[in-house]
């Protein structure tokens, strides 16, 4: 997956501040319904190819996403649906586990293609009552770009001469090139085997220390 | 939120990025490179016989062992917008209730060094360097005047810290919700209860042989104790790590324990471990710390006070001076909610090399380790990979499943499901069951059990990669001592049931808690 916190700007966008829905009258029954709905208008007239919602939680345990699509062209009225229901945020509402975590959604776990959006809208629901408020933080939507030639996980272990998970895309090297810098290495085996001395190598040290300048090479 | 593909790669490449330029890798290389010579190697299937060759000579099995260690202390892979706090500890009033708890040992440490005109660091003068070196096998035989230094801080402050966390968040405006308003930790972290504990510790169920019950002199060894000891010979000549940890489930035979442990840590007692080791005790006659009284004075009341420990003194001072100067132990901060307070030697301000870190406290976690390892620097290097694995967890105020704020809302939380009497009664007396069981936990139970016992429970922590298990025997012990906890009317008498544990046999307390309990 391209990083794309830092190849590609979230779109500006205007997040409303979030709608707790009451249940009853607001003044003398002011009990939360734990559900939260909060607004994501995108800039007028420029419908956005999403890549990737990106936020940091705050005690929301489950939150869905709703996508207001206009299709190009057609002066077809804009539609509403429904592209992920109910993803958890927390393993358990009433737990810590996952209330301050940062989360992404990407396009490939909608349902619905988030092309030529106008409009975000996520239902955030919290139904423990263990918790006082209950929010999204940091909410950043992410245009879908052409996709860059990713780099392969390939290239970053091929550095590694020996256990290599590098799928053998080149088939055995040339016969030519290993014999001769093997030959090269058995040339070199034999001169050390030539030139041996019985002084031990030993550690760089003298008199129990460390100190570099007082190393002495026999 | 990434696919598993993902995940999987990263891990992959994250673990590649730390074993390359390592020991181990050069040492690979180098085998690789010299079993050229050998005939069976031949040149058409050049990759296929050096992997073979690895494999039998058991370089493959070392590097599967390193790639096992780096699992188990690295990060979980995170979200890129996640700041490195984040990774450390990502419940915000968590941090800042660390970050607090340290400004106020750290100005303790600052406020005893002026106090009595100690440095925190200092170079030691030559002579003293001599002397110290003469002395470095014998330091328990000393008697330094050490009734000026007082210990920075004691458990039960830290429990008290413990005791006043809260969310910020967290509606609390209820008397009795749901579960903790008896106890005295009042986060809701997710902590695991009987049902979901039998699942996760199947191995230590009533139908699976364990050693600290099996093993009794009772029981004809043939039925269980000589088998499982076969399969621990094999588990130390394969040298497989994996395979030692879920050995460790059901317990260790003292005599392979030492080797099951180092594999399990991947503790190998290389020449570079042997030169680490030297190097730090070079540090320690060079410097003198403040800490290093605070350490001696430490020792000098719990290990050479306790009868079974005291022979050790020398060793655990050896070993914490050297620890208290071990920089490799920073790396542990990375996924340890703690940041490491630093001190720097006067005249190098600001030269990372001579940065002092205040030591953590490890001494609960050394003394038993002597009993497996006469080696200073083998006994060095399990120490510190037990302590960066495990035990910094009970030191530091984290969310995590292991660390001490869970561990002791998971005792109470069982004690209060399963034993709800049993609470309800000491608290009505003012002997809160937190009170009397966190000085045992924060201690992994070191100093409390006997010798035996205590390394048998900590094969489990090992066996699992979890302190859970801490917590269950602490809610064991008052379940075993439930009847007479129930007739005490004061803290003071509760205590002194639960004073000695110095008898007990902790897996079958562990056993019959977790699974003979009825649901």
């Given at each position: 997956m391209s990083d794309s916190a830092d190849d590609i700007k979230p779109v500006s966008c205007t997040i409303k501040p979030p709608v707790y829905l009451q249940i009853g009258d607001t003044k003398t029954d002011p009990s939360h319904s734990g559900v939260c709905v909060v607004d994501v208008t995108l800039p007028f007239g420029k419908p956005v190819n999403i890549e990737e919602i990106t936020f940091k939680n705050y005690y929301t345990a489950y939150v869905t996403v709703r996508l207001l699509r206009r299709s190009p062209g057609q002066e077809v009225p804009a539609k509403w649906s429904t592209t992920l229901r109910d993803l958890p945020l927390m393993d358990n509402p009433h737990t810590e586990g996952g209330s301050q975590d940062y989360f992404s959604i990407h396009r490939t776990q909608m349902q619905v293609e988030p092309d030529h959006v106008v409009s975000v809208r996520l239902i955030l629901r919290q139904p423990s009552f263990a918790w006082l408020t209950f929010s999204l933080e940091d909410i950043r939507i992410f245009p879908h770009m052409e996709p860059d030639p990713e780099k392969e996980v390939s290239d970053w272990l091929s550095d590694l001469t020996l256990v290599d998970q590098h799928p053998d895309l080149e088939g055995l090297p040339d016969p030519q090139t290993v014999s001769s810098s093997i030959q090269q290495m058995?040339?070199?085996?034999?001169?050390?085997?030539?030139?041996?001395?019985?002084?031990?190598?030993g550690r760089f040290d003298v008199d129990g220390c460390y100190d570099i300048n007082l190393l002495s090479l026999t | 939120m990434m696919d598993d593909g993902t995940e999987l790669s990263l891990t992959i490449a994250q673990i590649v990025q730390r074993l390359k330029g390592s020991h181990l890798h050069s040492q690979i290389e180098r085998q690789a490179k010299e079993c050229l010579h050998q005939p069976e190697i031949k040149l058409e299937s050049l990759k296929e016989d050096v992997r073979s060759f690895l494999k039998?000579?058991?370089?493959?099995?070392?590097?599967?062992?390193?790639?096992?260690?780096?699992?188990?202390?690295?990060?979980?892979?995170?979200?890129?917008?996640?700041?490195?706090?984040?990774?450390?500890?990502?419940?915000?009033?968590?941090?800042?209730?660390?970050?607090?708890?340290?400004?106020?040992?750290?100005?303790?440490?600052n406020s005893m060094s002026t106090e009595l005109e100690v440095p925190l660091a200092r170079m030691r003068p030559a002579v003293e360097q001599k002397e110290l070196t003469n002395k470095w096998n014998e330091m328990g035989t000393d008697e330094p005047d050490l009734s000026r230094f007082r210990p920075v801080y004691a458990p039960k402050d830290f429990l008290e810290v413990l005791i006043g966390l809260r969310n910020p968040n967290h509606d609390s405006s209820e008397d009795v919700s749901i579960k903790s308003h008896w106890g005295l930790i009042q986060v809701p972290l997710n902590v695991r209860d009987i049902p979901q504990l039998r699942r996760a510790y199947s191995e230590l169920n009533l139908t699976s042989g364990q050693l600290g019950i099996d093993d009794h002199a009772h029981i004809h060894p043939d039925l269980f104790e000589n088998e499982y000891v076969q399969i621990g010979k094999k588990v130390v000549v394969e040298q497989d790590s994996a395979a030692a940890q879920q050995y460790s489930r059901q317990g260790c035979p003292t005599g392979l324990r030492a080797d099951l442990w180092a594999l399990i840590l991947n503790s190998t007692n290389q020449p570079q471990d042997v030169m680490h080791y030297e190097q730090l005790m070079a540090g320690v006659i060079q410097h003198d710390l403040l800490v290093d009284n605070l350490i001696y004075k430490d020792v000098?009341?719990?290990?050479?006070?306790?009868?079974?420990?005291?022979?050790?003194?020398?060793?655990?001072?050896?070993?914490?001076l050297c620890f208290s100067r071990d920089t490799a132990v920073l790396e542990h901060f990375k996924y340890n909610s703690a940041t490491p307070p630093r001190s720097y030697i006067q005249g190098k301000g600001g030269?990372?090399?001579?940065?002092?870190?205040?030591?953590?406290?490890?001494?609960?976690?050394?003394?038993p380790l002597c009993f497996l390892y006469n080696e200073p620097s083998k006994l060095y290097s399990v120490f510190r990979e037990m302590y960066i694995r495990y035990f910094f967890r009970l030191h530091s105020i984290s969310s995590s499943p292991s660390g001490i704020v869970s561990l002791c809302l998971q005792f109470e939380r069982l004690l209060q499901t399963h034993l709800p009497q049993l609470f309800y009664h000491l608290r009505q007396i003012g002997a809160q069951p937190l009170r009397i069981a966190f000085k045992w936990m924060v201690r992994g139970f070191s100093g409390y059990l006997s010798t035996d016992q205590l390394l048998l429970l900590w094969d489990r922590i090992l066996g699992y990669d979890s302190l859970e298990v801490v917590a269950v025997l602490a809610a064991a012990v008052f379940a075993f001592r439930a009847e007479n906890l129930m007739e005490v009317t004061s803290l003071a008498s509760a205590e002194a049931v639960l004073a000695d544990l110095s008898t007990l046999k902790v897996i079958p307390l562990i056993q019959i808690f977790l699974f003979a309990t009825a649901i």
């Open positions: 058995w040339a070199l085996t034999e001169v050390m085997q030539t030139n041996q001395t019985t002084a031990s190598i | 039998t000579s058991g370089w493959e099995r070392k590097l599967q062992n390193a790639v096992y260690r780096e699992l188990h202390v690295q990060l979980p892979p995170s979200h890129p917008s996640a700041p490195p706090e984040h990774l450390k500890e990502p419940l915000a009033y968590m941090r800042k209730a660390q970050a607090s708890w340290e400004k106020r040992v750290l100005k303790s440490l000098k009341l719990t290990a050479s006070n306790d009868d079974y420990y005291f022979v050790f003194e020398d060793f655990l001072y050896q070993v914490l030269d990372e090399e001579c940065a002092v870190v205040y030591p953590p406290n490890g001494e609960p976690a050394l003394a």
